[in-house]
């Protein structure tokens, strides 16, 4: 939470009013973890400026120091969570980059793991976005369609080279995205079955694997089929060399 807020101050120091970084991360932190815990009960919309300014232990004067509005309060929320999500997910290592099937594997494995540590804010994205005014619903529209996008050009890459089997890249991408979202819009149903978060990464992934699969992963089904076509054929052969 502190990290992410003094990427906030940084971003908007020409709006935030209290510049020294010791003073304002730890404000920051505390406005921002109101509104989270606030928008969860009540919903963004019905909070008031009044109940912020009680959870957070600042005053309504406090508050507009560094916002003067609850839509810019929302505009920095998003914007984090939107530039965070860019910045890690266009970020793959050198060595999953020209493997197709290892950078879609990366992509989940991060996608989740960062909504695990950014729970709250990927929630607030998720559950609140119908209620966001015009351009804050837009904005939120854009980081869903960043992240297919990034998804599907690896998709294209592995059609490309053969280890996937796609016709419709987009679509599949599309319908790989709520996976993704699972995990964090509903934790309750996870935490309840005992299911850890390496276990869903890999179920993710071994999904996906089977869906896409292409030539260079032929599926068992059609092994088991070839295999059993030459045991006949070996057979056939056979019977007719004992004739």
């Avoid at 510049?19 to 989270?36: C, Y």
């Avoid at 290592?93 to 020209?98: C, E, F, I, L, S």
């Avoid at 592995?158 to 280890?163: I, K, P, T």
């Avoid at 699969?213 to 019977?239: F, I, L, N």
Wanted: charged fraction near 20%; proline fraction near 3%; aromatic fraction near 6%.
């Amino acid at each position: 939470m502190e990290v992410l807020c003094a990427r906030i101050l940084e971003r908007h120091r020409d709006s935030i009013r209290v510049q020294k970084t010791h003073l304002a991360v730890p404000n920051l932190t505390r406005i921002i973890g109101a509104t989270l815990t606030l928008s969860n009960k009540h919903g963004f919309h019905a909070t008031t400026l009044r109940q912020l300014a009680e959870a957070s232990g600042l005053s309504m004067g406090g508050l507009y120091t560094y916002f003067d509005s609850k839509p810019t309060l929302l505009s920095m929320i998003l914007g984090e969570v939107a530039e965070t999500a860019a910045e890690v997910l266009n970020s793959p290592p050198a060595n999953v980059k020209q493997d197709a099937r290892k950078h879609l594997h990366w992509i989940i494995a991060t996608h989740i793991r960062m909504s695990e540590a950014m729970q709250p804010w990927f929630v607030f994205c998720f559950m609140e976005a119908k209620s966001f005014p015009a351009a804050e619903r837009q904005r939120a529209i854009e980081m869903e369609v960043m992240t297919e996008k990034i998804i599907a050009d690896v998709l294209r890459q592995g059609v490309a080279s053969g280890v996937f089997a796609i016709d419709q890249i987009t679509l599949t991408a599309s319908l790989i995205k709520p996976l993704l979202q699972d995990w964090y819009v509903k934790r309750w149903k996870y935490r309840r079955r005992g299911t850890s978060i390496e276990a869903y990464i890999n179920a993710v992934g071994s999904f996906i694997d089977a869906a896409v699969a292409g030539r260079a992963r032929p599926s068992r089904v059609a092994t088991t089929s070839r295999a059993k076509s030459r045991q006949t054929g070996a057979s056939m052969a056979a019977g007719r060399t004992r004739q």
